[in-house]
Nanobody, 124 residues
């Protein structure tokens, strides 16, 4: 019954910004850990940012200071504000959710629910 739907991806030049959204259905975001992951062709899926049900956040070192994860519990919607984008940020970005508490940024295998992804392409 849980469904995650990402949107907001696109093509942008280096230094630009994008805001990704993830609409969650069938879950209360206030009760779930949620996160953003990304995967480039031929590479492992990596954790980008995560937010706990209570709002605590964590980030990959590569995006600290540039990306901000947030959520609107009333709308069950997760966001990823991406600023100062770099070509190495190019990837398919996925929204994920899990009912279990997570201390820090957890790997993809720890998440139960996934969206289909939205492509982010950053050109130089």
């Amino acid at each position: 019954q849980v469904q995650l739907v990402e949107s907001g991806g696109g093509s942008v030049q280096a230094g630009g910004s994008l805001r990704l959204s993830c609409a969650a259905y069938g879950l209360a975001s206030s009760m779930y850990s949620m996160g953003w992951f990304r995967q480039a062709p031929g590479k492992e899926r990596e954790a980008v940012a995560a937010i706990a049900g209570d709002g605590a956040t964590s980030y990959a070192d590569s995006v600290k200071g540039r990306f901000t994860i947030s959520k609107d519990n009333a709308k069950n919607t997760l966001y990823l504000q991406m600023n100062s984008l770099k070509p190495e940020d190019t990837a398919m970005y996925y929204c994920a959710a899990d009912s279990r508490w997570k201390l820090l940024l957890s790997p993809a295998r720890e998440y139960s629910y996934w969206g289909q992804g939205t492509q982010v392409t950053v050109s130089s």
